[in-house]
């Protein structure tokens, strides 16, 4: 068949499901429903067989664990759940959770019975609830993945409803949800309903499935057949019907029961046993009659038809010895491809459709990036990838999208394939198919004969000038033209000779109506086939034509109507119109948005309906109008990964295909829909070249690049628009995480507190997690979605109270995007004191208070009375009682005179001796009475203050009380109209809550001078702080009555200013500094605020009042200090309020200070520390 002869045949052609469902089918769920598929018809591309297929294919891997930072290198298994999260285990570090973006660890936790059993996972499952089940070396654990916890399952001995032994091997699960587990010691069954175990364990007397205890492998093939394997007796088989009737008869009976007959219920007759096998390790099947079967000792097929086992051989001499290698895995990919790993042998694709395999081996680790021979376990993922687990080696992986494009790369066998994997020019005939490249010359492939002829710069008479080939045309006598660096040549098909026939660098070429025309570095010029000469083209625009223009031509493409395109490297799009000899030139211009895009011109392409289509270096691809003579800038950063568009080409289908700098893409006018394919999927490389294209008669696209040529059917690569799941990761509030996984719509009713709100999203889809891309919007918050990129997280501050929803969308790396949205709503409720009935209640409340307080005041005064009369009785009966006493006492002191009569005289003797001495004293007392004399000022001072003090607090305080007294006698008179009634409650309220403040006054200073004042510091929104002090003025009625302003000043209102300090004693400083600027302030305004100063916040209260003298400024801040000014007004106070301030400031880490001018008014500052 010729190397462009491709087709697809029964026997031949293949699927690949880009995202297909976990490693066993009957895990199916409804994700594989909502996985993006893309179904690539694979066909016989002959030409490459030779060249890419010598006996085995070419299946280069990639390596996972040193991009992605992997725990651990020895990965001992792998699952994929149904939301599409890869579950590895990982010897010596336990369960690892990767999701594309990050890995969680599960491990064994010494003394914690919630972790993981044993760090040394060997199976992974997940279950309809999407529990994970790890079976390990020590016991069985399911992981509830909500909380994180796991449950242990562990054997005990004496209870046959445990599992049999506690050394694992595999686990699955049936159709019906019981998981079978390969044990040590037998087959164990869980019924997860239940929690209990049913035994299989060797009986003599039955053919049972564990004909002997030591279970190595458990499979279930598409049938529902379950498959044992057995370290020492064979293989067996239970069938789906038997499967069925043990779950439905152990659902209505007891396991005790069920286990005692057990053999009985799987009928043993149905059993197959086949002893003549080496030690199985591993299980599969991809065809229902042959069942493959990897031993320590080769590999073998059993043939359920003829019930026969044959051993499978290797035909290569050179791998003869992998007849017999110790097997671990098989899995069979969406490709037909039998993945095999051995134990210490390296990996084998086996092709079953025509035998063709290849052998990874560590050995040639830069060739095929396989870094260990021995390989654990084998999965293929929802997106078509292939992981394979190694030993010390860590995660490998293949993508089978890698041959959707066939790609033709240089060969060391020149005789059999290119010379040089740099293309840059390609032409087609019905014959031939000419390739040209950078350094390797013109290569020719025969169609008829698979073969290359390879034309070089030899230096011989009748050979090419340079072996960088340009690009490629074919006049109407036949004729070949090829344009290298070294200037133009000439090929006739009858013969091998290249003739020179211009010595210019050739760029581009083009033949229109019977002449060449040629593109250069310098410009563009017209050459004559039939007299081999340039031909000056008949026009006034000579200094366009020319080869002296100096402008770089990249294209000339000439359309249905004649007019002859000129793409240019930098300065845009040439239109000539030959007929009018008219020429165009198409720039950018910013301020207009139908013209071309940009002026890096690299592709022009008229389709089949006559729209002319221009791709450029960095500005995408652009449709133009005839009509309007305008240009529409078709591509978007959405839909088309790559502005850089090398060439443009249309299939039979109407479909454009265009060589791109993210790989190949198309785009279906039809449905204006893009479709992107990476060089994961096969194409060449991310650059192509814009003269090496071409499409052949039957339909076959070729791209050339840097890196070799594709070659492609369109007809034969169809896209099914399912996609790849999205979920959200984590949900944080407050950066502490309340889920996890969420992967459907739900609700959320979180705190009124809840202000930070964080969103982490992954798209499961593990080509190229780091290049999925993701929009978002919270409604009604957003107004549009919100374009992250590659950014997979979103936060959001200070949510109002209210319902939102948070969507998000994936655009997968080949710029698929899905069509269906993750919602997840959100209820933010209102506070307490925002609701509807709080405000009634709270009128309630102080309704009941003041009825309660004055059914107190009357109770209080009823006991008081009686106290008092009780006093006076007693006070009487205890002056009789001192009457009597005191006439006692007369007589006793009548006695005591004459006694003192006669001391008298000896102290007058005595006064003499005192005299003397008092002489001596009173030079000591004279130096003493000084020192007493200041102190005695101060103590005089002291004693002043605390006097006015104790008569400004009596005042203080009788003034509100008699007041309170005075309003509640006018209310027990009742004589009040009710409409006067709530404004002498207001007047009780606000003397209620100026003793209030005094007595907090007095108990903050006994605090503070007891050394007992405790700070308790927080996270404080300082400007929310500031607005709910304004808010608490807005009714003060001393402002209202004075119409003073007050005024909130702050650098940053509308952001959230966060720091850690009292908020309680923060307020009271400021509460007590806005009173105070009320009380002497009676006009203008009074404005507070704050400004941030490296790690304090300084803090200021401003009014407009009397101001304060200078000589009184140091004596504000000492107790009981208060400065009355000059005027003749009495300002109520206590003089306590500051020197509580300057206090509170020093604990809070800062001090206090002032500025004032009198007559204009006061500034008051303080500082805080912030952290």
């Known amino acids: ?311 499978f051989s290797f035909e290569d001499e050179k791998l003869s010895y992998l007849n017999n290698a110790t097997y671990l895995s098989l899995n069979f990919d969406s490709n037909n491809l039998l993945w095999i790993g051995s134990a210490n042998d390296g990996l084998i694709i086996l092709n079953l459709n025509n035998n063709r395999y290849q052998h990874l081996d560590a050995s040639n680790y830069v060739k095929n990036e396989l870094k260990s021979n021995s390989i654990r376990e084998i999965m293929e993922s929802n997106c078509g990838l292939v992981w394979i687990c190694t030993k010390f080696g860590g995660l490998h992986y293949y993508d089978i999208r890698q041959q959707t494009f066939p790609v033709l790369r240089k060969s060391t066998d020149y005789a059999n394939g290119l010379n040089d994997e740099f293309i840059l020019s390609i032409f087609s005939d019905k014959e031939d198919l000419w390739i040209g490249t950078k350094s390797g010359g013109l290569n020719r492939y025969h169609k008829k004969s698979n073969s290359f002829t390879y034309y070089t710069a030899d230096g011989v008479e009748g050979s090419l000038g340079s072996n960088r080939i340009e690009d490629i045309v074919k006049d109407n006598t036949g004729t070949l033209w090829i344009g290298t660096e070294a200037g133009l040549y000439s090929k006739h098909s009858t013969n091998n000779q290249f003739i020179f026939r211009y010595p210019t660098h050739i760029r581009s070429l083009a033949f229109i109506k019977d002449f060449l025309w040629l593109g250069t570095s310098n410009g563009i010029f017209r050459y004559s086939t039939t007299e081999k000469k340039p031909s000056p083209l008949p026009t006034k625009h000579h200094s366009f034509f020319d080869t002296q223009s100096n402008i770089y031509i990249i294209e000339i493409y000439e359309d249905s109507s004649d007019n002859i395109w000129i793409a240019t490297q930098a300065t845009g799009l040439f239109q000539y119109i030959p007929e009018s000899d008219q020429l165009i030139h198409h720039t950018h211009q910013p301020n207009n948005p139908n013209s071309i895009s940009g002026d890096q011109v690299r592709a022009v392409y008229e389709d089949i309906t006559n729209r002319l289509w221009v791709g450029t270096k960095s500005d995408g691809l652009n449709l133009f109008d005839r009509e309007l003579n305008s240009f529409t800038t078709i591509s978007t950063p959405e839909t088309l990964p790559s502005n850089t568009i090398y060439h443009i080409l249309e299939d039979d289908s109407g479909v454009l295909w265009m060589g791109t700098h993210s790989g190949i893409s198309s785009f279906d006018p039809a449905s204006e829909k893009f479709m992107n394919y990476p060089p994961v999927y096969g194409a060449q490389s991310y650059v192509f070249e814009t003269n090496a294209f071409s499409k052949t008669e039957d339909g076959i696209i070729l791209m050339g690049g840097n890196n070799g040529l594709n070659a492609f059917n369109p007809k034969q690569i169809h896209i099914e628009l399912h996609e790849s799941p999205i979920i959200i990761s984590n949900l944080r509030i407050f950066n502490e995480s309340i889920a996890t996984d969420i992967s459907a719509s739900k609700e959320f009713v979180l705190s009124h507190k809840s202000t930070y709100i964080s969103f982490e999203f992954a798209m499961l889809d593990y080509t190229d997690p780091d290049e999925n891309r993701y929009m978002y919007i919270l409604e009604p918050f957003d107004e549009n979605w919100i374009y992250s990129d590659t950014r997979n997280f979103a936060n959001y501050t200070n949510l109002e109270p209210g319902k939102y929803t948070f969507k998000v969308k994936g655009i997968r790396s080949d710029g698929m995007t899905n069509s269906k949205t993750l919602e997840l709503s959100m209820v933010i409720p209102s506070p307490f004191w925002k609701t509807k009935w709080f405000t009634p209640l709270l009128g309630l409340m102080l309704v009941s208070i003041i009825v309660l307080a004055y059914y107190l005041k009357i109770l209080s005064g009823k006991k008081r009375e009686a106290t008092l009369k009780a006093e006076v009785r007693q006070r009487t009966n205890d002056l009789s009682e001192a009457y009597n006493k005191l006439e006692q006492s007369n007589l006793q002191i ?125 996270s404080v929104n300082f400007n929310q702080l500031l607005q709910e002090i304004k808010a608490h003025y807005s009714v003060n009625a001393d402002l209202q009555l004075k119409n003073i302003q007050l005024l909130l000043e702050s650098p940053n209102t509308e952001d959230s200013i ?114």
């Open 1 to 311: 068949m010729s190397l462009l002869n491709i087709r697809q045949t029964e026997s031949e052609s293949k699927t690949i499901k880009m995202c297909k469902s976990s490693n066993s089918h009957l895990f199916l769920t409804d994700y594989v429903q909502k996985t993006l598929y893309v179904i690539v018809f694979f066909y016989t591309f002959q030409f490459i067989q030779p060249i890419t297929f010598s006996n085995s294919l070419k299946i280069k891997l990639a390596h996972f664990s040193a991009t992605n930072k992997l725990p651990g290198q020895s990965i001992q298994c792998i699952h994929q759940d149904s939301l599409g999260i890869i579950w590895l285990g990982i010897e010596s570090v336990g369960l690892t959770k990767y999701d594309g973006k990050r890995t969680t660890i599960y491990n064994n936790v010494p003394g914690d019975t919630s972790t993981l059993s044993s760090n040394y996972p060997e199976r992974i499952i997940s279950d309809e609830f999407d529990q994970i089940w790890v079976a390990t070396s020590n016991g069985l654990n399911r992981l509830n993945r909500k909380t994180g916890k796991v449950k242990r399952f562990f054997s005990i001995p004496e209870n046959k409803k445990t599992i049999s032994h506690n050394t694992l091997y595999d686990l699955k699960r049936d159709s019906f949800g019981s998981i079978w587990i390969a044990t040590q010691n037998g087959v164990s069954i869980l019924n997860p309903d239940k929690h209990e175990f049913l035994r299989f364990l060797h009986n003599p007397d039955y053919e049972n499935p564990a004909s002997h205890n030591e279970i190595s492998s458990i499979h279930i093939d598409r049938d529902n057949n379950i498959w044992i394997a057995s370290i020492l007796r064979g293989l067996t088989k239970i069938s789906a019907k038997r499967v069925a009737h043990l779950n439905e008869i152990w659902n209505s009976q007891s396991t005790t029961d069920v286990s005692a007959n057990i053999n009985q219920i799987l009928n043993p007759s149905q059993y197959l046993r086949h002893t003549t096998l080496p030690p199985v390790r591993a299980i599969n099947s991809h065809h229902p009659d042959t069942i493959w079967l990897a031993t320590q000792s080769g590999l073998y097929r059993y043939f359920q038809k003829t019930n026969t086992i044959k051993k």
């Open 1058 to 1171: 966060i720091i850690n300090t009292d908020q309680g004693r923060v307020k009271q400083i400021y509460f007590n500094l806005i009173n105070n600027a009320i009380k002497f302030t009676e006009k203008g305004f009074i404005s507070f605020g704050y400004s941030v100063s490296q790690n304090k916040m300084v803090c200021f209260v401003k009014d407009t009042g009397i101001g304060i003298e200078e000589e009184n400024m140091d004596k504000l801040f000492k107790r009981f200090h208060k400065i009355e000014p000059n005027d003749t007004k009495v300002h109520r106070g206590t003089g306590l309020g500051l020197s509580i301030c300057k206090n509170l400031c020093k604990l809070l880490g800062g001090d206090i200070w002032l500025d004032s001018v009198p007559g204009e008014g006061t500034t008051f500052y303080f500082s805080i520390e912030t952290t």
């Open 894 to 1018: 009548e006695k005591h005179n004459r006694a003192l009569r006669q001391q008298r005289d000896r102290i007058s003797r005595q006064n003499l001796e005192l005299k003397i001495h008092r002489q001596n004293l009173e030079l000591m007392v004279a130096d003493r009475t000084k020192d007493l004399e200041e102190e005695k000022l101060k103590a005089q001072e002291s004693d002043q203050l605390k006097s006015a003090f104790l008569a400004n607090m009596s005042h203080e305080i009788r003034t509100p009380l008699n007041a309170i007294m005075g309003f509640i006698d006018l209310l027990q008179a009742g004589e009040i109209k009710e409409e006067e009634q709530a404004y002498i409650n207001n007047i009780i309220q606000s003397n209620s809550n100026t003793l209030l403040q005094l007595i907090n006054d007095i108990i903050d200073l006994s605090i503070i001078e007891a050394n007992q004042m405790v700070i308790y510091k927080s």
